[in-house]
């Protein structure tokens, strides 16, 4: 069982940056790729980015290319998203999630979700 938490969310404006944070407890989130996704208003919940259990692979989908980063620290069981650039459609709930395979765009396959931090980025 883990359990995830995510952090760092708020109000930003377009062009600004934000750094959220997912910190896991239970089992080691080494043992798990981590992954990103978003649903803004009236949208469903979309892929941003995932990273490899050991950190040596990430994959971004194409709107976020060149503006966020994923990384992880698996000595203190936490993946951070450093969300540069930032734009009003960017604005949505931002989840983690732990997948026990590999870094995958289906959400489906992801058995561990946080509870979510909301992002606003005004223009």
Not at 11 to 31: E, I, K, N, V, Y
Not at 79 to 94: C, F, G, R
């Amino acid at each position: 069982q883990v359990q995830l938490v995510e952090s760092g969310g708020g109000l930003a404006q377009a062009g600004g940056s934000l750094r959220l944070s997912c910190a896991a407890s239970g089992r080691t989130s080494s043992t798990y790729a981590m992954g990103w996704f978003r649903q803004a208003p009236g949208k469903q919940r979309e892929f941003v980015c995932g990273i490899s259990r050991s950190g040596g692979h990430t994959y971004y989908t194409d709107s976020v290319k060149g503006r966020f980063t994923i990384s992880r620290d698996n000595a203190k069981n936490t993946v951070h998203l450093q969300m540069n650039s930032l734009k009003p459609e960017d604005t949505a709930v931002y989840y983690c999630a732990a997948d026990p395979t590999d870094i995958a765009t289906n959400q489906g396959l992801y058995i561990y979700w946080g509870q979510g931090t909301q992002v606003t980025v005004s223009s």
